[in-house]
């Protein structure tokens, strides 16, 4: 079965620093990988997804992931935090439940806080 | 824009109770899913459909069943809510056989006391 690890349950950077959130995978076929964003008390929010075509993907607010197969690494990057970056982010994996659908495989997440 | 709509956002139950938590989409998705969503645990899948009566166990089924009558309404039952229970829950849909991207409510919590 396929898996997400998230490295750092927690990350704090100051506004204007680089946010780099650490996720890998394992799968044994090229995947489908998902960042979302969940703010407090909200469901989740679709950044960015990378479905096999360009391995750099530009998503909202910012946020940029590189897709690098041979560190099975998916990171999410902003160049300069902002304080309404303060979130949590989840990684993601489709994984082929069936022949009918895809579930998506979550990492633990990651707490982003930001301060001025 | 797809819309996820979870019945309540906030509930409080007691013990032993039988409880319902209803799940509506209106953008013809075939799959949808519920996850269970916990400090330190991330989002664990506990039974998703991908069509009308049909279903299968995720992760963590234990303790929980599902009904799905109609396309769009997907509901999560706790037969007997008990204490450990207590959480977010949060419902999904997706497209048949798309890339697997989800589109999700904005999660029911759920207090059982």
């Known amino acids: 079965a396929q898996s997400v690890t998230q490295l750092g349950s927690h990350v704090s950077v100051s506004e204007g620093a680089l946010v780099l959130l650490r996720c890998n995978y394992s799968s044994s076929v090229p995947p489908y990988l998902f960042w979302y964003v969940q703010y407090p008390n909200q469901g989740l929010q679709l950044l960015l997804k990378?479905?096999?075509?360009?391995?750099l993907v530009k998503g909202i607010n910012g946020f940029e992931a590189e897709f690098k197969k041979s560190e099975t690494s998916f990171h999410l990057t902003k160049p300069s935090a902002h304080m309404s970056d303060a979130a949590e982010y989840f990684c993601a994996v489709s994984e082929l439940a069936n022949q009918a659908g895809t579930a998506l495989i979550f990492g633990k997440g990651t707490t982003l806080s930001v301060s001025s | 824009d797809v819309k996820v709509t979870q019945s309540s956002r906030y509930l409080v139950k007691r013990t032993g109770e039988k409880v319902f938590l209803e799940c509506v989409q209106d953008?013809?998705?075939?799959?949808m899913f519920w996850y269970r969503q916990d400090p330190g645990l991330g989002l664990r899948l506990i039974y998703f459909s991908y069509d009308v009566k049909m279903k299968e166990k995720g992760d963590i089924p234990e303790g929980y069943s599902v009904s799905r009558e109609k396309k769009e309404r997907f509901s999560l039952i706790l037969e007997s809510a008990s204490t450990n229970q207590t959480s977010m829950y949060l419902c999904a849909s997706s497209p048949y056989m798309g890339t697997g991207e989800a589109f999700f409510g904005q999660g029911t919590r759920l207090t059982v006391v």
């Open positions: 953008m013809d998705h075939e799959n």
């Open positions: 990378y479905t096999s075509a360009a391995t």
